[in-house]
């Protein structure tokens, strides 16, 4: 597709004659892609003419074996610096001491350090 901006419907209508091209590559007619998809022949007309819902596109992608070209039509989100920091939880800075003082056997004279 070009790069610039297009309107939904003219980008709809560019994807249902990709799909018909890829069908049509497959020497299948409407009525086998839509047995192999699960769908009917109406809905494999509508997806070539640019009117599908988003499932039955996906089912027809799948039939024509092109869902691994999913991730370059819409590529996986990245996680950002700040979501990554979040999700690897609080490294600890420096130990809290509540630890070492409860272990910690007082010192003969009642004081704190056993020194």
């Known amino acids: 597709m ?4 297009q309107s939904p419907r003219t980008l709809a ?3 249902g004659r990709r799909l018909r091209q890829v069908r049509l590559n497959a020497n ?8 192999q998809a699960g769908v009917s022949r109406n809905a494999v007309v509508g997806a070539e003419s640019g009117k ?3 499932e039955t596109l996906l089912a027809l992608m799948a039939a024509l074996q092109l869902t691994a070209q999913l991730d370059a039509f819409l590529a996986p989100p990245e996680l950002s ?3 990554l920091v979040r999700l690897q939880g ?5 130990a809290s001491g509540a630890t070492r003082r409860s272990s910690v056997t007082s010192a003969p004279d009642g004081g704190d350090s056993p020194w």
């Not at 070009?2 to 901006?5: C, D, G, M």
């Open 2 to 5: 070009k790069s610039t901006v």
């Open 13 to 15: 209508a560019e994807i």
């Open 28 to 35: 299948l007619t409407q009525q086998e892609l839509a047995q």
């Open 52 to 54: 599908v819902h988003l």
């Open 81 to 83: 610096p700040l979501a």
């Open 90 to 94: 609080k490294a600890r800075r420096r």
